[in-house]
């Protein structure tokens, strides 16, 4: 069974500094990781697929990496703004399947 | 235009009512999804239908039951409403390899 964690819970910086968020996996037979973001009251939007052949996907000021045989994926954003703050979630899927499991997010503060 | 959309956006409703909420989408994607987002904003697969079949479903009560009508709509009809019902849920939809796309939820409050 998949389990998908994520660390911090929540992490609050000021503008400018570059920051890592973290998510583990238990279940490596995994196909691709997702990355999305969600802002309160909205639905998920997807920022990053990477396939189980990659090992970074990179978008604008975010890049993720992926590491399977550690079961862990990092999701990396670069001079951070006050727009992102949101809360951040990767799911891995269960097995082969489309089944999609999710981590408890990281919610992310960026200070003006 | 909007890829996936839901209706209502919120719904408040008492015990034991028996409601819908519509899932429509516009990317000719084969699989759509209902998930549920609990008040601790934990994320959880309902069901997955590909193509108008059931492919996936969790350990849902059976008071939950999906209806696709067609590829572009995915419907989730709950019977019996209960408080612990109270949730956002959440169409989706997209394909195994490509990123899934969410609506904005549906806020459901039963009192």
């Known amino acids: 069974k998949q389990e998908v964690t994520q660390i911090p819970a929540a992490l609050s910086v000021p503008e400018g500094e570059n920051l890592v968020l973290n998510c583990s996996f238990t279940?490596?037979?995994?196909?691709?990781l997702q990355w999305f973001r969600q802002d309160p009251g909205k639905g998920l939007t997807s920022l990053l697929l990477i396939q189980s052949s990659q090992r970074e996907q990179t978008s604008g000021r975010l890049n993720a990496s992926l590491d399977k045989s550690s079961g862990r994926s990092t999701l990396y954003i670069a001079a951070s703004q006050p727009g992102d703050s949101a809360t951040y979630l990767c799911?891995?899927?269960?097995?082969?399947?489309?089944?999609?499991?999710f981590g408890k997010g990281t919610k992310l503060t960026v200070n003006p | 235009d909007t890829a996936v959309s839901q209706t209502p956006k919120y719904l408040v409703t008492q015990m034991g009512n028996d409601k819908s909420i519509k899932c429509e989408q516009n990317l000719g994607h084969d699989t759509m999804y209902w998930y549920k987002q609990d008040s601790k904003k934990f994320l959880k697969i309902m069901f997955s239908y590909n193509n108008k079949e059931l492919i996936i479903n969790e350990t849902v009560p059976n008071r939950f039951s999906p209806k696709s009508p067609d590829k572009a709509h995915l419907n989730l009809h709950i019977n019996s409403l209960e408080l612990g019902d109270s949730a956002v849920y959440f169409c989706?939809?997209?394909?195994?390899?490509?990123?899934?796309?969410f609506g904005n939820g549906t806020r459901l409050t039963v009192t």
């Open positions: 989706a939809i997209g394909g195994i390899d490509s990123p899934l796309h």
């Open positions: 799911a891995a899927p269960q097995g082969g399947s489309e089944k999609l499991v």
């Open positions: 279940d490596s037979a995994i196909y691709n």
